[in-house]
Nanobody, 115 residues
């Protein structure tokens, strides 16, 4: 059963925008925080942005001012608005959800930014 379902990836030119969405299944009962990570070819997975159930967010320095994370606690959804995209943002983006007992990961969605 898919517990985190991502959507919204794709191909975009540099300077363009994309919006990623992630929905957690009802089987995940309690979520403390949700977020987005990314992994580029040959590199380790890295934090992009996270948001707590209380609404506190944090971003990696590389995306501050360009990306915005938002969440809907009632619907167990998280969004990532990505603006001013750069070729170095190209990666597989993974949704993440932290419960008190487990960390869940989505299957990933490809974001490709062409120069």
């Amino acid at each position: 059963q898919v517990q985190l379902a991502e959507s919204g990836g794709g191909l975009v030119q540099a300077g363009g925008s994309l919006r990623l969405s992630c929905a957690a299944s009802e089987t995940i009962f309690s979520i403390n925080a949700m977020g987005w990570y990314r992994q580029a070819p040959g590199k380790q997975r890295e934090l992009v942005a996270t948001i707590s159930s209380g609404g506190s967010s944090k971003y990696s320095d590389s995306v501050k001012g360009r990306f915005t994370i938002s969440g809907d606690n009632a619907k167990k959804k998280v969004y990532l608005q990505m603006n001013s995209l750069k070729p170095e943002d190209t990666a597989v983006y993974y949704c993440n959800a932290e419960s008190p007992y487990y960390v869940y990961w989505g299957q990933g969605t490809q974001v490709t930014v062409s120069s």
